[in-house]
């Protein structure tokens, strides 16, 4: 269980960039074209291409269950649209990623942050480095200069709109931004069931759309792009360490909707994979805030470990009660924390003993990271946190502009075909590679744990896991236009093993 | 044996849970008659009092004072100003109370933010065989039934209740008898919202502190005193919360929460329709009978 400090690829995006900033005066005049072209189409516009900003339409929950995470993801997005139009993009381009990083010493064990404030303080830096291993050659500056204010001329608008953690609304909101806002790009969706409440407007308007939440996985939808980190970068590698650690056998509470119940479908169909055994699951609807029962089952089960996907408000209620009530055991998740923040919110230690696969967390050690979180606080000085889906979805932004800059046009099919070309984008977590066949992303994840007192260590580390798992069902939407969603049950793998 | 008393300790906090959620209520619509949608914000209110309380220093208890009695004369204002105007209008009522709560549930947003930090829950843990029960909600369900006896003996052996009583049931009389009805009537709705806000304070440490907080208790809240009925309003949430709480206990307990809440809603739609009066009207009836026996 310790951790051979990850390797990773210091995937050389310097040329690329050369490449998508050098003929930007002829990329330029080209999409201006473009774009007057468009507006002869459309006469209702009839300002000047040149003064038409690009609109970024984004729809998050800021009020309602679900507030806590859609706050910090609209603030990360407008700090990604002030870094656009003030000339600044992340280091990266349309090339894969490279080879495995070199020999090297690393530290003896994970460093130690502290849990107050945002200044993230290294309580223990783990040691001098000592051991020899494959290690990560990490380009620490990735905030670099785009080569021009705004986007191909024009600046970007973030056109956002309040879900309020309501489906219908949602809908309603899609709808007028791709309709009546006519945006470029819709970037959008906490709840797997707000996303699913949109996509099918979004496909039958071929709108270009982000949705940036670590999710259960499986959507297969050409207009689609799901940047955040799915089950089989996150359930696998946090269930291969519980059992490990713990021990085999495990108990799912989840929440009652899309996302639990098909997070909860991976946990039991990879668990013969790692010869464990779900020994009890518990669904609790998302209106339910009281958690004796629940509690009552887990300690007659008898588990050596509980998955815990809870979300919401109403929902995180759990952890104070459980460790009020005494229940004390390990715990895994794929979102507690690195959304919720539940390690800040709840006092210590209702979080002990917490693991967490994430794609990111503000307490990531890496100056790269420590550098975005200070961008972060310097914009929004009073903010609690900076979670996984705010990181996703600045760099999401963040790699829209690039692509619809090496397009030369923000016409939504062209930038999808152009992201369609495979990218590595410079983010705060690492490096993230843009799958083209899936549409989903490569990330960098880390093991987070929590101790007693609610601080956050990385333990274990993979630099860079593949969204395999469309691929082993043979989708491939550069070729094959599609717009399901996968679930466990179509995969006839998992069958194997039952 | 462990088991017996982990079901009994379930069962407990499943029917604490209801009472407390509706204590508020119980005053407003089942005394009062108004249909209070305003009732989760008015804990919501609660919850924010105490937790601003106890992190300026003041110790639990006293927050939780505070807090029924901020949140009463909370309630004294919004009665004079608002709600009084619609006395006897239960829609009106309806939707008056509903913009309340909006304007409640969106001002705390504005003004506190997306969510507060939490009280830590009072009190640890005692565990017997395998399971482990929490000090507070043991404290909890004691409570309840303290306040609620409380709330009984105000309503039924005061001079206070007694008025209360008589200006419900007809307020013209009452006020022939020179009962001043309209205060009685503001005095109510204040203990109403005192005891929302005190359950709101007392459910503080369990619950996340945010702005939309107190919609989770709405349903519970007016599904324990409809299901109680009006006949006798502290016995029928009384019965009702027994009732569904013993339904609920052992039917989450085997097949999950899930079925459990689904359980609870089934027993309260049964219950509707067979005893439209609610779980108070048996009483009644079996009152009803023994006097015609009598006769």
């Known amino acids: ?152 001329g024009r600046p970007v608008n973030l056109v956002s709109a309040d879900g309020q953690s309501n489906n219908t609304l949602w809908q309603q909101l899609a709808r007028r931004m791709i309709q009546q806002d006519q945006v470029d790009v819709l970037v959008a969706g906490f709840a797997s069931a707000e996303r699913e409440a949109i996509r099918p407007i979004v496909d039958q308007r071929k709108q270009l759309y982000f949705y940036t939440n670590q999710y259960e996985g499986g959507v297969a939808d050409s207009h689609t792009f799901c940047t955040g980190a799915v089950c089989e970068q996150q359930v696998i590698p946090v269930m291969q360490y519980m059992v490990e650690k713990f021990g085999p056998k495990i108990f799912t509470i989840a929440a009652n909707y899309n996302f639990g119940q098909l997070t909860a479908s991976w946990v039991r169909s990879f668990a013969p994979v ?148 495979g990218w590595t984008i410079e983010a705060p977590e690492g490096s993230v590679f843009l799958e083209p066949a899936t549409h989903h992303a490569t990330h960098y994840i880390r093991l987070a744990v929590a101790n007693a007192k609610h601080e956050i260590s990385f333990v274990r580390e993979w630099p860079s896991i593949e969204p395999w798992w469309l691929q082993r069902l043979g989708v491939n939407l550069a070729r094959t236009p599609e717009k399901k969603q996968y679930t466990p049950d179509d995969d006839p793998f998992f069958k194997m093993f039952k | 044996m462990p088991e017996a008393v982990s079901l009994l300790y379930q069962f407990g906090t499943n029917a604490a849970f209801l009472l407390l959620s509706a204590l508020g209520l119980i005053v407003i619509l089942g005394m009062m008659n108004i249909i209070n949608l305003a009732h989760g914000e008015f804990m919501m209110l609660g919850a924010y009092a105490a937790t601003a309380s106890v992190q300026r220093g003041v110790p639990f208890p006293l927050a939780v004072l505070i807090a029924a009695v901020a949140v009463g004369l909370f309630g004294v204002v919004i009665e004079r100003l608002i709600v009084r105007r619609f006395y006897g209008r239960e829609l009106g009522a309806l939707v008056v109370t509903w913009g309340i709560s909006l304007i409640l549930g969106q001002g705390a947003l504005l003004l506190f933010g997306p969510f507060m930090p939490p009280i830590a829950i009072p009190g640890g843990a005692v565990a017997l065989g395998d399971y482990s029960f929490s000090v507070y909600w043991l404290f909890l369900i004691v409570l309840c039934g303290v306040l609620l006896a409380a709330l009984a003996f105000v309503y039924r052996a005061t001079r206070f209740g007694l008025q209360a009583r008589a200006a419900m049931q007809n307020a013209r009389m009452a006020r022939a008898l020179g009962i001043r009805v309209d205060r009685i009537y503001m005095a109510t709705f204040a203990l109403g919202a005192a005891l929302a806000g005190l359950s709101g304070a007392l459910l503080a440490p369990t619950t996340s502190i945010a702005p939309f907080m107190g919609q989770q208790f709405v349903a519970p809240a007016f599904i324990t005193v409809v299901v109680g009925g009006g006949a006798s309003v502290i016995g029928g949430a009384l019965g009702s919360s027994g009732l569904l709480s013993l339904v609920q206990t052992p039917v989450a307990f085997l097949f999950g929460t899930f079925s459990g809440t689904l359980a609870l809603l089934l027993t309260a739609l049964v219950v509707i329709r067979l005893l439209p009066g609610g779980v108070s009207s048996i009483g009644r009836y079996f009152t009803r009978r023994s006097l015609a026996a009598a006769r």
């Not at chain 1, 997005?77 to 080879?99: C, F, K, R, W």
């Open chain 1, 274 to 421: 790692l010869k464990a055994k779900v020994i009890g699951e518990e669904f609790p609807p998302l209106e339910v805030s009281e958690f004796s029962s629940v509690i009552a089952r887990v300690q007659q089960a008898k588990p050596d470990w509980v998955m815990t996907l809870l979300v919401g408000q109403n929902q995180s209620n759990y952890y104070p009660q459980a460790a009020a009530a005494g229940l004390h055991l390990p715990m895994a998740s794929t979102i507690n924390m690195a959304q919720g923040y539940e390690h800040k919110r709840f006092k210590p230690p209702s979080l002990a003993n917490m693991h967490n696969a994430v794609n990111y967390m503000q307490e990531i050690p890496t100056k790269r990271n420590q550098d975005f979180v200070q961008r972060f606080y310097k914009m929004f000085p009073n903010d609690p946190y900076l979670g996984q889906m705010a990181q996703n979805t600045y760099f999401s932004i963040h790699l829209y502009a690039k692509a619809a800059r090496l397009a030369g046009t923000t016409d939504q099919e062209k930038v999808r075909r152009t992201l369609e070309a």
């Open chain 1, 1 to 152: 269980m310790d951790t051979p400090t990850p390797s990773k690829d210091a995937a050389a995006p310097d040329a690329a960039e050369a490449a998508a900033t050098g003929p930007r005066r002829r990329d330029v005049l080209v999409a201006g074209l473009a774009t007057a072209g468009a507006v002869l189409a459309r006469p209702a516009i009839v300002r000047a291409a040149s003064e038409t900003p690009v609109k970024v339409g984004f729809i998050e929950d800021e009020s309602g269950n679900l507030s806590i995470y859609g706050v910090q993801k609209l603030h990360a997005a407008q700090l990604a649209v002030q870094e656009i139009n003030d000339g600044y993009t992340l280091a990266g381009g349309p090339v894969g990623m490279g080879g495995l990083g070199s020999d090297g010493m690393y530290a003896p064990k994970a460093p130690l942050l502290t849990a107050s404030g945002s200044k993230l303080d290294v309580i223990d830096a783990g040691g001098t480095p000592s051991q020899k291993g494959i290690v990560v050659s990490d380009d620490q500056e990735i905030l670099v200069k785009s080569g021009e204010k705004g986007l191909l």
